[in-house]
Structures are given as C-alpha cells and as structure tokens.
C-alpha cells in the first residue's frame, strides 16, 4: 500500500535530522528513511553543480528505498534545485526555505536578518525571495559556515558556540533586527544558544514545524497519510564514514538508530 510506504529526508548532514524530528512530532505513525550526505557536505560552499547532482542521486536513491516522498530538509538545497527535482521526479518533493515571509509580516523595526549559508544567499530563488520582501524591511543576510561545523561535531552547547553566535548575531541586533531567521537546518540545533544571545531583543524564526505541517497537507491532499501503523520506524543513511558519523547521528535523533554507510 502506497500509505504505508515511509518519508524519505535527506540533507548535507546531520542538520536535516532538526525536520525530521518535527515531522516524528506533527506525523508520528509515519515511517522516515533519512540520508546524510556527509562524504559531500558542506553544501554551503559547493556548487549548484554539484548540489544539483547529489539532490538527484539522493531523492533516486530514496525512491529505490521505497518512499512514498521526499523531503528536502536543507535550504542550500531546496532554493538550488528543487525545481530541478520536481521537474524529474513524479513523487511529491517538499523543501525548505528561509522564513523570509513570516519574519516580514512580524517586525516591527522594519529590520530583519537571515542565517543562512553562502550557497543559499548565492543562489537565484533566495535573491527572488528577497527582492519580494526587501521593500517592506531591510533584510541583512550573513553567511554563517561556522554554525554548521559545530553542529557536525557536535559543539553546539560549548563555549566556542556561544562566542560564533555572539560573533554573527551581535551586530544584527545592534543594528535593530527583530527578526532572526534560522535559513539552514543545522542551526535549529543551536537554538538554546541562539536564544540566549537573542535574548528578549528579537524572535527566532525556525521553518522546521511549518515544513512538517505542509509534510502533513500535501500526503493528506494525496491520500498519503499512514494511520494505524503498527511497526514505526526510522531508518538512516549515509555517504559518510560510518564509524565518525554514528555518534552525531545518534545524539541528535536522542537514540540508537539503524546506520547504514554507502559508497554514494
Ligand atoms: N543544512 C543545510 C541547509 O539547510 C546546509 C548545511 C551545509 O551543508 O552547508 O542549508
């Protein structure tokens, strides 16, 4: 049966798992295959070309695995190629992009401000999404390669976290920003710390639950959605080195999980 078949998520790493987790939360009966490019990743600082490629190889891969379809947990992904992805695949292809719109109707300083990474604000979709909006607010977009790698090795809660976050949101507060945008999932992994350089001066937008809901309207629309499931589960993958990419993968899902490494 079509419903019963699982979601298939993919990312650069282990930034994708922060969706899947909200898709467990919002879809819980439903089965996730989740693929980590680690032997590609960063994506932030590769080319759409390359991008490109892994996206097709990894929403082919997922469709050989069974699932019913794909969500593009990665916003450099998701602004680089989904268009690409849903000219040539038939299933439905869900993304990620940053909380522009939301972030615009809610300030109230007339300021707001992405993180995202360089591929993101490089690409032609993000400068289309912010040409929409950059006559309501002034919207600052920085680059923030460091949060990535902190969440890869799992320093997201260290001192030199805290001081990357003061680093790149600092400036954007004292400058007026209410609205800070997390535009990469491997940044809602820093949210504790965020938070706390944020403070009461702005509010964090996090598109992960929003991308969940939509998750849950596009299967429903479809008749997709699996109920009464009575063997959930959640099944990884990675183009990585098992060996480095077990720990991570499993303290940010918070359990044991099935790993299986390909050579991708
Ligand atoms: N997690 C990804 C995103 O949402 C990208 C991180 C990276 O590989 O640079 O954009």
């Known amino acids: ?15 994708g798992l922060s969706i899947c987790h909200a898709i467990r939360r919002a ?33 082919s891969f997922l469709i050989n695995q069974g699932c019913k379809a794909v969500v593009v947990a990665c916003n450099t992904a998701t602004v680089n190629t989904i268009s690409n992805l849903r000219a040539k695949f038939s299933i439905p292809i869900i993304g990620v992009e940053p909380g522009i719109k939301p972030a ?8 707001i401000s992405v993180l995202a990474t360089e591929q993101t604000l490089e690409s032609d979709s993000f400068q289309r999404l912010m040409a929409k ?9 920085i680059a923030c390669p460091k949060f990535v790698t902190l969440v890869e090795n799992l320093e997201h809660y260290s001192e030199q976290a805290v ?14 920003s209410d609205q800070i945008i997390l535009g990469c999932t491997h940044f809602s992994f820093l949210r504790t710390i965020i938070d706390q350089v944020v403070g009461q001066e702005a509010n964090v937008i996090d598109t992960a639950a929003p991308v969940a809901m ?15 499931n009575t063997d959930i589960y959640a099944e990884f993958w990675t183009s990585g080195d098992y060996a480095k990419v077990i720990e991570p993968m499993s303290q940010l899902w918070g359990q044991d999980i099935h790993l299986f490494a390909i050579r991708a």
């Not at 879809?27 to 996206?55: C, M, T």
């Not at 909006?133 to 977009?141: C, E, L, R, T």
């Open 27 to 59: 879809l819980p009966e439903e089965n996730l295959v989740y693929f980590a490019d680690i032997g590609f990743s960063p994506y932030g600082v590769k080319s759409k070309d390359i991008i490109n490629e892994r996206s097709e190889y990894i929403v």
């Open 163 to 176: 001081d990357v976050a003061e680093q790149y949101i600092r400036p954007l507060l004292t400058e007026g």
């Open 104 to 111: 615009a109707l809610q300030s109230k300083t007339g300021i």
């Open 133 to 141: 909006y950059s006559k309501a607010v002034k919207i600052n977009a």
């Open 214 to 228: 939509e998750v849950n309207r596009r299967l429903d629309k479809l008749n997709l959605l699996n109920s009464k």
């Open 1 to 15: 049966m079509e419903k019963q078949k699982p979601i298939g998520i993919f990312d650069s790493g282990v930034g």
